[in-house]
């Protein structure tokens, strides 16, 4: 007699695209996989959203993945040469700290890069406008169990699986429940994101750039939000 193998579940809190791209490894690798957000639904496009850096390791993983590689060149655009500026504003002067020519990076907007791997995984495998309230793992250690509060209906719901995947950001309830002890660190430094329309130079016509500007340590305050942020799709703000 023939035994069908079970498929083994694994249960991914958190829909960005750490997430996703988490669940899409799961999904190629023949996992069942639910996806646990609690954002309402996908992110549509947003012309303000924050610009990513593929490098080639990740542009040959995510080109892997869609039905049409070259939709990735179609959603982003090469960087060849990067240039990293010190400027000293008392006295209005900048030097290159660092430049790299010939570089085969590849930026996109967050939310077409989302878009992009979102598309190309079954939508049913999402619980929209869910959150995530705790994890448990059974005696024997071979399972973990996930409640969740579907945020419209406030139903509690329960979900089995072998493998649990916390990518539900820099606040990670996950974490905090593995690591209790781990804390947030002051990188040194703050960090600012403009955009220029350069219309004759770049067919994508935005071109990021970051300012980097080191001050004392702040007192790091968060408060939890619904919706991701306009610029970057984060869930804290």
Sequence with gaps: ??????????????????????????????????????????????????????????????????????????????????????????KKISWVIGREEGAKFLNAYWADLHGLIYNT????????????????????????????????????????GDLLVGADGILSSIRQSILPDFKLRYTGYCAWRGSHIILTELKKEKFNWVWYVNQPEPELKFRPSLDPCNTCGCKMV
């Design 121 to 160: 995984l079954p939508p049913e495998i999402f619980l929209w406008g869910h959150q995530y309230l705790s994890f448990s793992i059974s005696e024997d250690k071979l399972t973990v169990k996930v409640r969740a509060k579907d945020l419209q209906t406030a139903e509690i719901i329960e979900r089995v």
């Design 1 to 90: 007699m023939n035994m069908k193998k079970q498929k083994p579940k694994a249960i991914v809190v958190g829909g960005s695209i750490a997430g996703e791209s988490c669940a899409k490894a799961l999904v190629s690798a023949g996992w069942d996989v639910v996806v646990i957000e609690k954002t309402r639904g996908p992110p549509t496009q947003n012309p303000t959203s924050a610009g990513l850096g593929l490098d080639p390791l990740a542009q040959k993983i995510v080109q892997s993945w869609l039905h049409e590689p070259e939709l990735l060149y179609n959603n982003t655009l090469p960087i060849t040469v990067t240039e990293n500026l010190a400027t000293d504003g008392e």
